[in-house]
Every structure is written in C-alpha cells, then in structure tokens.
C-alpha cells in the first residue's frame, strides 16, 4: 500500500478473500481483559421509565481481549495463549470455562475481587449500547504467568496490561495494541507499537498524530461499514455484508485479529487491511461475537 496515499483521494477497496494467500503458521498471543457480558435483544434501545420484553439473551465471556483471542484462533487453528486476569468467583471460573472452549490456552491471574461485568443491549438494527459494571481488571507482570513466552511469538496484541507487561509483549516479533490500553500508559512505556488499532468514531478509543512519541509504526482507525482509514496510508472501503446485520458487538475486535494475523504473517498492508475487513463483517451476520466469526481453520 502506497503510505503517501492522501486521507482524501479514493479509498483502497479491500481483496476477495478468496485472492489472499494461506496464513503460514503463526505463534500468535493476547494480553487482555475479560468482562462477562448479558447480551440482550431488544426492538429500540429502552427510553427512561419503559418497560420491554427481550427477543433473546445470553451470557458470554467477551471484551476486547477475548473476542480478538478467539478470532485468531478461528483463523490459524491453534489454541491462542491469553494472558487475562479474572474475579476469584463463579463468573470468572464460568468464563475461564467457556475461553478454554473456544480455543484459548489461558493464562489467567485471579483476582480476589469480582470479575467485571457487562450489559449489552443490541437493537433490530443490530446496533450494540454497552453498560459495564466494575473495574477492568488486568494482568501485570507482577502475575506468576508465562510472560517470557511471549518472545517467541510472532505477533503479540495487547487490550489490558501494566508498562512491564508491555514490555514483555514487545519481545514478540510484532506488537499491536488498541488506544483503550491507554495512550498515557504506553507513552510512559517508552515502547513503539508496530500498530495501533481503534475506532475512530468511540472517544475511548480516539488517537491523533502527534499523541505518542514515538509514534506506531502504522494507525488504523476504523469506521464501521464505511471501512476506515490508516497512517501512514489512507482511506479504505469495507467489503460488502455477506448478509442482514445482526449484532454488531466484537467486530471492531474481530477486525483487529485479522489485521494483526495477516501482519504478523508478513502480507501486505492491503492484504492485512482485507482480511481484518472481512473478519469483521462476518462477525455482524450471529448473535454474539463467537457465533459467526470468520473461520479458516478448524480447531
């Protein structure tokens, strides 16, 4: 991709997935958070005082780290390790439980206190409002966990983690994170991202040039189905939806896991850009982040 591609000029439309070539075996890894989310389904999202009755609901462990672990998994086949810290209590063993079966070796520091929590409402538009409940928690590399397994890896993407935990991460070959890390925690780092990935319409997520020196190697700010934009670089569409939107929770993350695979496999910026494209509009067609993920490899 031509990095002096100006923000304004034509997007760069995303490849089939059929014209990108094979992942290669990858030792891929997830250092992140855990909230254990009720998703509910609803007509509108409720006004103050009115009373609704859910079309459906389900309760899953999810967050940014998870989705993203998940989805790598799904797209090389192997059991992902993820370094994620979790409540000493009935949540986060049920959510251990259901991690290890998706696909994920886990890595987990237990917390003496409650594991967080979520609601998720998703509208007939497939729209996702979130309210979580309690503190994010996140491990540290303080935690009795593998972290010096993380050098031999060749991608690492961070979601929750201390400066020394980030560090550790950058020991991998390549190093990605979202802005909700904090901008101000991987600043006092000293650490360069090899890419940061976020969206650009959450404010929790919001990074301009000039907010981390030094700065990622590459940005990609993300838009919805309009596709997005990265530095250096420019715009890209979104691929067409292989079907009606039905919950759009994860795709952001699901986005970034393809991102991340394909860099971490050496491709090209526009082949990364097109396999995180089409990770996140599978991702809208289930209920949940897990249900329709895109999958190349079977587990």
């Known amino acids: 991709m031509d990095a002096d591609r100006p923000l304004t000029g034509a997007p760069l439309e995303p490849l089939p997935l059929g014209a990108l070539p094979p992942l290669p075996p990858l030792g891929l890894a997830v250092v992140g ?5 009720s998703f509910v389904g609803v007509d509108h999202l409720p006004l ?6 859910a079309s459906h609901s389900q309760d899953l462990a999810a967050g940014g780290g998870a989705v993203i672990a998940v989805q790598l998994a799904k797209l090389t086949g192997q059991r992902i390790p993820f370094f994620t810290a979790l409540g000493r209590d ?18 987990v520091a237990w917390r003496e206190g409650p594991s967080r929590r979520a609601v998720t409402f998703i509208d007939s538009s497939g729209e996702r409002t979130i309210t979580v409940i309690g503190e994010r928690l996140s491990p540290t590399a303080a935690d009795p966990l593998a972290w010096a397994s993380l050098s031999a890896c060749d991608g690492v993407f961070v979601t929750a983690a201390d400066a020394a935990a980030l560090a550790w ?12 890390l904090g901008l101000k925690l991987i600043q006092q780092s000293g650490l360069q991202l090899d890419a940061l990935i976020g969206s650009a319409a959450d404010p929790g997520e919001i990074y301009r040039p000039g907010d981390l020196d030094p700065a990622p190697t590459l940005y ?26 039905v919950d759009c929770y994860g795709a952001g993350d699901s986005f970034a896991a393809g991102v991340t695979a394909g860099l971490a496999a050496g491709w090209s910026r526009q082949q990364a850009l097109s396999l995180g494209c089409h990770c996140g509009a599978a991702c809208i067609g289930g209920r949940g982040p897990y249900a329709n993920q895109l999958e190349l490899a079977g587990i």
């Open 169 to 180: 991460s950058r020991r991998a070959r390549l190093l990605v994170a979202t802005p909700r």
């Open 33 to 37: 958070h855990v909230e254990w989310v």
């Open 90 to 107: 009935r949540i986060g063993e049920l959510a251990a439980e259901q991690l290890q079966g998706l696909g994920l070796d886990l890595q």
């Open 220 to 245: 990609v700010g993300t838009e919805a189905e309009r596709g997005g934009f990265c530095w250096p670089g420019g715009r890209f569409s979104g691929v067409p939806m292989p079907g009606p939107a």
């Open 48 to 53: 103050a005082g009115e009373i609704q009755r």
